[in-house]
């Protein structure tokens, strides 16, 4: 792993990189600049976010997750993409890179101009019907959540989570959103804690990484477990591994660059050389 100052590890970074094709990988870290916040970054608090199980399980669950959900969305659907949502749209219009296998929820890759985008996570700006499998979009359904629950959206000092919601501590009168359709559940389609990543979605991921000559990592410290099995997949094909984050990784001793900064301004940088 190189261990040389930021500008020599980028200018090194470019010149593995140089006419390869790409695939990208990111993590939460690429959206702090948009004012969402990481996971396991430096600061971030201690999380339990709540599993799948729990949501199924009870009602109140579900009224504290929507709850929460609904002003977590809100915020997110504010954000904007930021220089490094940028740089991976220009990678991909200038065919550096084959695509962006993300692990976020945020939707700023595709608001960005990215079109080849893997969210192995899901997707917070829409929902699924756990009963008929039936999709709503978000901005509508928070406006019918919006209708249900006025009082909700008076107090503006909610936390901000990085899954997409918000700590809501008195839901009691909370109104959950049902299916239109047949009256079923409704979950965000994102992955929960407790959940699988969809077989299609990594299959889809994968074969970004096995149809690239290299890989970069950007604002993911690896924990995730689809994460490292896409950067162990990279390894098997012995192609060069450039990692961006803040703080270590699990990938760090393999990767053949680790820089050591923000993910946002990194990319800036390094698709200015390599586009030169």
Known sequence: MNTLPISNEIDRAAELLQGKVISVLTGAGISTDSGIPDYRGEGAAVRNPMTFQQFQSSPDFRKRY???SHLGWKRFASSTPNEGHDALAEFERRGISNGIVTQNVDGLHLRAGSNRVVDVHGSIDRARCLRCGQYFARTPLAARISELNPWLE???SHTLNPDGDADVHNVDDFVIPECTVCGGVLKPDVVFFGEFV???KFQLGASLVDQ???MIVA???LVVNSGIRLVERAMRKKIPLVIINRGATK????ADVK???GASAVL???VERLAA
């Open 66 to 68: 929507w709850a929460g």
């Open 154 to 156: 008076e107090d503006d």
């Open 198 to 200: 969809p077989t299609r």
């Open 212 to 214: 690239s000559d290299a």
């Open 219 to 221: 604002g993911s410290s």
């Open 251 to 254: 990938a760090d001793k393999r």
């Open 259 to 261: 820089i050591d900064g």
């Open 268 to 270: 800036g940088e390094l």
